[in-house]
């Protein structure tokens, strides 16, 4: 038989049609914030088409929804070997981020159920709730439970940068389950996800084999000020909250360049209290996202905009507060499955580079509890957190082929 291969045009169908449920008006892209109507919408089909599979589902106490599937001769005490990823988008996201591995771990089921072979461990495909981290901050918090490494009540608890908390949303949607968090750990977890950046579509290169995530630091600055008229204040006697946060914005930029390197830094969410043409800005809060390959360069970049923080708290008197919304290190994937991402490429005769990860991803928290990797595809132009975000049905097959692979070498398919 060789090897098994997917059925791309089935994969590509559920793509187009997840992306349906809540698709930005005359965009490809899709607007499915964690926990909202849309979200809700979009699990509840793809949940239709695990159970069409004849998958188990299971749902957990965060709303992370597993579905496992045994084959006729698949012992069932055996750790599953776990593909997924998410299907919430930020709000102005595309159709691939996250979608794709989820779907590409239903297609990897169902390429191997119509073959009629069976694994001799579970496969199981995961959605996690939140990855994104754009309405509830942590990013990655549905696998960040599912590992342990928050605890479930301290999750619920969360507030959204809607004034809604992680909890009633759930129970509003449906989706507070009853599978315990944390989950049963995987035998492996391998994600496949598009790249979100350049660098493969740069290099023309199909596949890459990710063995590293580089560390992600989210800070929410909150200024109080005095709201003023704006035409009778004189400079001198501001308090202005506006522009001590237009201050703050344009030194991560110089922060970051002086840096240099690979370090990284946003500034993508300020809001302004009254915003109004005409008055000093009483309050202002904004978001620092600072991501680096080294954690030491990292601490140093978040001390620095610290430190320039307070002094010009000290110099405006303005109130400043610091929160850390998110903090992760860098993580290192699995040595040997990042070999294998690289053999079953070569195998497949689709070329393959070895590389690090600049977004955050489900399998970095799984890479905590058992051996974890990433497979990348390009992304079209870098883009991504974008309607316009792009990967090609055959860069998706190339992908999806090598992901097949790994599920079935790691969950002891054999046939010939
Ligand atoms: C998640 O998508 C992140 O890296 O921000
Ligand atoms: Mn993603
Ligand atoms: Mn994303």
Known sequence: MGMLHVNSERLWGRISELAQVGAIDGTMGCSRLALTDEDAEGRRLVITWMQDLGMDIAIDGIGNVVGTWYGPDTDRHLPAVM???HIDTVKTGGRFDGNLGVLAGLEVIETIAEQGLSPQHPISVGFFTGEEGSRYAPDMLGSLVYVGGLGLES?????GIDGTNVGEELERINFRGQAPCPGPIPKAFIELHIEQGPILE?????????????????????????????GTTPMH?????????????????????????????TVGKIDLVPNLVNVVASKATLTVDLRNTDDEILKDAELQLANFCDNLSTQEEVKLHREVLA???PVTFDDALVGDVIRFSELLDISVKQMTSGAGHDAQMFA??????MIFVPSENGLSHNPDE???????EDGSNVLLQMMAELSGLHYD
């Not at 740069?202 to 929410?220: K, L, M, P, R, Y």
């Open 83 to 85: 593909t997924g990823s």
């Open 390 to 396: 792009f990967t090609s049905q055959k860069e998706i």
């Open 237 to 265: 006697m501001r308090h202005d909250a506006g522009w001590v946060a237009g201050e703050i914005t344009s030194y991560v930029r110089r922060l970051v360049k002086e840096i240099g390197g690979n370090q990284v830094g």
């Open 327 to 329: 903090r992760f290190e």
């Open 155 to 159: 999750a619920l608890e969360i507030k």
């Open 368 to 373: 905590r509890v058992c051996p974890a990797v």
């Open 202 to 230: 740069a290099e023309n290169i199909a596949i890459g084999a990710v063995d590293s995530v580089q560390g992600i630091s989210w800070t929410q600055i909150t200024i109080e000020g005095q709201s003023n008229h704006a």
